[in-house]
C-alpha cells in the first residue's frame, strides 16, 4: 500500500472553504479514473461522507469528493492491491449502527436518486423510502432531530419498560410541553402507531414471560406458564376463594419492528442484491 505521505495532498489541497488546488483537481480526477479501471459500476468512496462505508457510482464519487473532500487517515488503496472488505462487513456495519441507522437509510436513497436511470428501485422499496424520506423533518425549528427518530426513541422507551398506553400517552405529552409551539412529537400511542404504519413499519407483538425467561412464540406458543420459571403469561386476578384466575391480558409483551425495511434497503440496486 502506499504511505500517508503519498497522500498529503488529499488533505492541503482541499481546505475548508477555501477552494481546490489544481494538484487537488488533477490527482483526485486521476484516483477516481484508477478507482474504476476495472469497469465496475460502484466502487468504495473515500470522501468525508460516506468514510470508504458505502458504494458509490463514478459520476456520484466524484460530487461527493468534490463537496466533502476525502475522509480523514485514508488508509485503504484497492486499486492498489489492497483487498476489498468483504459483503459481510459492510453489511454487519449497517445493520449495527443503531445511532445513525434511518439517517443513513435516507442518504443511501437519495444517493441512488441521484443517479437517476443507472439504477432501478425496487417499487415497494421506494414508495417505503419516499415515506421515509419525508418523517426526515425536524422535530421543531431548533433542533436536527427527526421527528421519526423521536417516535422511535420513545416507543423504545415504552418496550423496554412494558409501559401501558395512558403511561405512554402521559410520557409523550410530558415531554410535548417541553417542546417549541408546533412541534411534530406524536401525541398518543395511537398517533405513533398511525405513523409507523404509514410508513408500513407494523409492530409484531409477542408475549414474553413477565421474568424474562422465555418468548411464547413456536414450541411455546400454546403454553400458559412459562416452561422455566413457571410464571404466568397473563395477569392474574385473585378470586374470593383464596386461588387466582389469569385473565386474557399478557403478563409481558415484546414488541418487534420487522428487518424487511432494513433488507429492502440492501436490494434497493442489482449491485447490492449480488
Given at each position: 500500500s502506499t504511505s500517508m505521505d503519498d497522500r498529503e495532498w488529499m488533505y492541503t489541497g482541499h481546505p475548508s472553504q477555501a477552494g481546490r488546488t489544481t494538484e487537488w483537481v488533477t490527482k483526485t480526477n486521476e484516483f477516481v479514473e484508477a478507482a474504476f479501471a476495472r469497469g465496475q459500476r460502484k466502487s468504495w468512496c473515500p470522501c468525508l461522507k460516506c468514510g470508504n462505508g458505502r458504494e458509490q457510482a463514478k459520476k456520484t464519487?466524484?460530487?461527493h469528493l468534490q463537496k466533502?473532500?476525502?475522509?480523514r487517515g485514508y488508509t485503504r488503496w484497492t486499486p492498489h492491491g489492497e483487498p476489498e472488505r468483504s459483503r459481510e462487513e459492510v453489511v454487519r456495519r449497517r445493520t449495527n449502527n443503531n445511532g445513525t441507522g434511518i439517517?443513513?437509510?435516507?442518504?443511501?436513497?437519495n444517493d441512488a436518486r441521484e443517479e437517476g436511470s443507472e439504477e432501478e428501485l425496487e417499487e415497494s422499496a421506494r414508495a417505503f423510502l419516499e415515506m421515509l424520506n419525508s418523517s426526515q423533518q425536524p422535530l421543531h425549528d431548533h433542533t436536527n432531530q427527526c421527528?421519526?427518530?423521536a417516535i422511535a426513541q420513545a416507543m423504545s422507551i415504552k418496550t423496554q419498560f412494558n409501559m401501558s398506553r395512558d403511561s405512554f400517552n402521559s410520557m409523550v405529552t410530558s415531554w410535548g410541553r417541553s417542546l417549541l409551539e408546533g412541534h411534530k412529537l406524536a401525541k398518543s400511542w395511537y398517533e405513533a402507531k398511525k405513523i409507523l404504519r404509514a410508513l408500513k413499519m407494523p409492530?409484531?407483538?409477542?408475549?414474553a414471560c413477565p421474568n424474562r425467561c422465555v418468548l411464547f412464540a413456536k414450541e411455546y406458543a400454546d403454553d400458559k406458564y412459562?416452561?422455566?420459571?413457571k410464571a404466568s403469561r397473563y395477569v392474574e386476578r385473585d378470586l374470593s376463594d383464596g386461588t387466582k384466575k389469569q385473565s386474557k391480558v399478557p403478563a409481558n409483551v415484546l414488541r418487534c419492528f420487522p428487518i424487511l425495511p432494513r433488507i429492502q434497503r440492501l436490494?434497493?440496486?442489482?449491485?447490492?442484491?449480488k
Amino acid at each position: 500500500s502506499t504511505s500517508m505521505d503519498d497522500r498529503e495532498w488529499m488533505y492541503t489541497g482541499h481546505p475548508s472553504q477555501a477552494g481546490r488546488t489544481t494538484e487537488w483537481v488533477t490527482k483526485t480526477n486521476e484516483f477516481v479514473e484508477a478507482a474504476f479501471a476495472r469497469g465496475q459500476r460502484k466502487s468504495w468512496c473515500p470522501c468525508l461522507k460516506c468514510g470508504n462505508g458505502r458504494e458509490q457510482a463514478k459520476k456520484t464519487m466524484c460530487r461527493h469528493l468534490q463537496k466533502h473532500g476525502f475522509k480523514r487517515g485514508y488508509t485503504r488503496w484497492t486499486p492498489h492491491g489492497e483487498p476489498e472488505r468483504s459483503r459481510e462487513e459492510v453489511v454487519r456495519r449497517r445493520t449495527n449502527n443503531n445511532g445513525t441507522g434511518i439517517v443513513d437509510i435516507v442518504a443511501d436513497f437519495n444517493d441512488a436518486r441521484e443517479e437517476g436511470s443507472e439504477e432501478e428501485l425496487e417499487e415497494s422499496a421506494r414508495a417505503f423510502l419516499e415515506m421515509l424520506n419525508s418523517s426526515q423533518q425536524p422535530l421543531h425549528d431548533h433542533t436536527n432531530q427527526c421527528q421519526l427518530d423521536a417516535i422511535a426513541q420513545a416507543m423504545s422507551i415504552k418496550t423496554q419498560f412494558n409501559m401501558s398506553r395512558d403511561s405512554f400517552n402521559s410520557m409523550v405529552t410530558s415531554w410535548g410541553r417541553s417542546l417549541l409551539e408546533g412541534h411534530k412529537l406524536a401525541k398518543s400511542w395511537y398517533e405513533a402507531k398511525k405513523i409507523l404504519r404509514a410508513l408500513k413499519m407494523p409492530y409484531e407483538q409477542i408475549h414474553a414471560c413477565p421474568n424474562r425467561c422465555v418468548l411464547f412464540a413456536k414450541e411455546y406458543a400454546d403454553d400458559k406458564y412459562c416452561a422455566k420459571c413457571k410464571a404466568s403469561r397473563y395477569v392474574e386476578r385473585d378470586l374470593s376463594d383464596g386461588t387466582k384466575k389469569q385473565s386474557k391480558v399478557p403478563a409481558n409483551v415484546l414488541r418487534c419492528f420487522p428487518i424487511l425495511p432494513r433488507i429492502q434497503r440492501l436490494y434497493l440496486n442489482e449491485d447490492t442484491a449480488k
